[in-house]
C-alpha cells in the first residue's frame, strides 16, 4: 500500500510539475491552471488521507470511500469522451470548410 | 435541359479517364472533385474533359460530395447527378436516371442496383457478401431515418434544383449516402428508384469505399457514425 501511495503521489508531482509549466508558457488560462491545480491537489490529498472519502461516501450514502471515487471519475471521463467527440466534430467542419473554400478559390483563378 | 454530373474521385487515376469520357456523352458538363488524391486522378480527368476541383488534403467521400454540390449550384443546373469514379455505374444509365426528375415525378433519384430483386435473383455480379451488407445498411437507414430504399448505399444518384437547394450534407465520410435519405425525408422530397446495374470488378471490390466494397472494419465505423450523426446533428 506504501508503495501504492509514493508511486501516485510522484505521478501527481509530475503533472502537477508540467501544470505550472504550461502556465508559465502561457499554454493553459489562469483559470483553468486554477481548476486542474485544485483538482490534482484533492488528488494528491485522497492518495495520503483516503479515509477522507469515507466522510463523503456516508455522507452521499455510498458503501465506501474508494466507490465515490471511481464513481466520480467515470462521470467526469465519459463528459470528457463526449465533450471531444463534439469538438472534434466541429473541428473536422472547419477544416472541411477551409478545404473546400481553399478549392473553390483555385478555380476561381483559373476562369 | 442543363445537366451537372457530379463525380467525387480519391486516388482513381486507373480508372477516371475512362469513366469521365463515357458520362460526357451524357452531359457536356463533367465536374470531378478531387479529394486529396497523391495519385494523378486530377490530371487524368482534366484530361479527358472535366472540370477538376481539388481538395488540398483528403477529406472523404461526404465532404467531396458536399463540395461538389456547391461548386454545382454556381452553374445553375436542372439536374445533378452523382457518379462513382471507379467504374461501377454505367454512364448509359443516367438518362433512365434523370427520367422522373424529366416527368416531374420527382425531386431526387437514387440508381439502385437490387430494385425489385431478392437474393437469389440478384445480378451474377453482386457478391452475396455485399447483398447482405447493403440489406443490412437499408434497415438501418430506415431505422434511423424513416426513409425505405432498395440500395441506401448507391453512389448513382440524380437531384432537381428543389433537391440541389435544399440538401445540406454534413457527414465527411462514407455515412454521407445515407444522410442523403435523412435530407430527403427532412425535406419532403420526392423520392423514386430507378434499377440500375452496377459493374463489380476486380478493381471495384478490392476498393474500401462504401459504395463501392466495404470491409468490415469501415462498415462498422459507418455505422457508428451514422449513430454519432444522429445523436449530435440536428
Avoid at chain 1, 57 to 65: K, P, S, Y
Avoid at chain 2, 35 to 42: L, P, V, Y
Amino acid at each position: 500500500m506504501v508503495l501504492f501511495k509514493i508511486l501516485f503521489l510522484l505521478f501527481v508531482l509530475i503533472i502537477l510539475i508540467r501544470l505550472v509549466g504550461r502556465f508559465k508558457k502561457r499554454q493553459i488560462r489562469f483559470t483553468n491552471f486554477l481548476v486542474w491545480l485544485f483538482f490534482w491537489l484533492i488528488v494528491g490529498v485522497i492518495v495520503i488521507y483516503p479515509e477522507a472519502t469515507d466522510y463523503l461516501a456516508r455522507f452521499l450514502g455510498v458503501g465506501r470511500g474508494a466507490d465515490v471515487i471511481v464513481y466520480f471519475s467515470l462521470v467526469v471521463i465519459f463528459y470528457f469522451i463526449f465533450y471531444f467527440t463534439v469538438r472534434l466534430h466541429i473541428m473536422d467542419a472547419k477544416v472541411a470548410k477551409i478545404v473546400r473554400n481553399i478549392s473553390l478559390r483555385e478555380n476561381k483563378h483559373e476562369n | 435541359m442543363k445537366i451537372v454530373i457530379i463525380i467525387p474521385a480519391y486516388n482513381e487515376e486507373r480508372t477516371i479517364r475512362q469513366v469521365v469520357s463515357a458520362v460526357l456523352k451524357e452531359s457536356s458538363l463533367v465536374i470531378v472533385i478531387d479529394d486529396g488524391s497523391t495519385d494523378k486522378t486530377a490530371q487524368r480527368a482534366e484530361e479527358a474533359g472535366a472540370k477538376v476541383y481539388r481538395h488540398i488534403i483528403n477529406l472523404g467521400l461526404g465532404s467531396a460530395l458536399a463540395t461538389g454540390l456547391m461548386v454545382a449550384r454556381q452553374y445553375h443546373p436542372k439536374i445533378v447527378v452523382t457518379f462513382d469514379a471507379d467504374g461501377q455505374h454505367r454512364a448509359q444509365d443516367i438518362p433512365s436516371l434523370i427520367e422522373p426528375i424529366k416527368a416531374l415525378r420527382a425531386d431526387f433519384v437514387v440508381g439502385s442496383r437490387f430494385l425489385g430483386k431478392s437474393f437469389r435473383q440478384r445480378d451474377e455480379s453482386v457478391p452475396a457478401t455485399r447483398w447482405f451488407y447493403n440489406w443490412f445498411a437499408n434497415l438501418f437507414t430506415f431505422f434511423l431515418f424513416g426513409v425505405r430504399t432498395t440500395d441506401s448505399q448507391s453512389g448513382l444518384r440524380a437531384l432537381n434544383l428543389l433537391a440541389l437547394e435544399k440538401i445540406n450534407i454534413q457527414s465527411q465520410e462514407m455515412e454521407v449516402s445515407s444522410e442523403f435519405f435523412k435530407e430527403i425525408k427532412k425535406n419532403h422530397l420526392r423520392l423514386e428508384e430507378v434499377p440500375i446495374k452496377g459493374i463489380y470488378t476486380d478493381y471495384s471490390l478490392s476498393k474500401t469505399d462504401l459504395s463501392k466494397t466495404q470491409n468490415l472494419s469501415t462498415g462498422v465505423k459507418t455505422f457508428f457514425n451514422l449513430i454519432l450523426h444522429k445523436l449530435i446533428m440536428r
